[in-house]
């Protein structure tokens, strides 16, 4: 009897495993693909915004056109939003100098007084930009924050995505070294 028991746990406990190995395998076959729109299927990113950073320097989306951007639209009260911002911080810090540009739009109504204490606390040197009207996520009808756009050079979206990121996962930073890696800039046609 004892020996029919410990059995049965061995064949549930392999179960469990077989189980969760096979989860894990589902899980990774979800994980979105990060390979290039053709150039086709790219749009033109049509909120052309130009908006004060918490320096106070005006920066206009168009000043960063011939680079990949990465315009994230978030607040400081929003839990998704923080997040993603180490990682983010961490995507800045290692492709800034190769070329990648990213403007973090806070939509805080408070604007600076709290924005540039949180980028301060918590080290992130990433560009913020402020609009406490949420003009542009107004404009672009985001259904919620964190909202992320990934633009090529040409400022054609690459990558919308509604919600919380790593963005230092394996497979954008290979997507961000394709957009760098290609030709381009200029006007958008």
């Known amino acids: ?11 549930v406990v392999l179960l469990v495993i077989a189980y969760l190995g096979i989860y894990k395998m589902v899980a990774m076959l979800r994980e979105p693909a990060m390979a290039l729109p053709t150039p086709t299927e790219r749009v033109p990113f049509r909120v052309p915004f130009e908006l004060p950073d918490v320096q106070g320097h005006l920066v206009r989306l168009a000043d960063l056109r011939g680079q990949p951007v990465l315009i994230n639209i978030w607040a400081t009260w929003c839990s998704p939003c923080r997040e993603e911002m180490p990682s983010m911080n961490a995507l800045y810090n290692d492709y800034s100098a190769k070329g990648l540009a990213m403007v973090a739009i806070a939509t805080d109504a408070e604007g600076k007084a709290v924005v540039a204490p949180f980028m301060q606390a918590y080290g992130f040197t990433f560009p913020v930009l402020l609009d ?17 756009y990934l633009l090529d050079k040409r400022g054609r979206v690459i990558d919308l995505v509604i919600g919380a990121r790593d963005w230092y996962g394996r497979k954008i930073r290979h997507l961000i070294e394709q957009l760098l890696a290609e030709e381009g800039g200029g006007i958008t046609p």
Not at 132 to 148: A, D, E, F, R
């Open 1 to 11: 009897m004892i020996r029919g028991k410990g059995f049965r746990i061995a064949v």
């Open 132 to 148: 406490p009207q949420n003009m542009v996520g107004t404009q672009l009808q985001v259904p919620g924050i964190p909202t992320s």
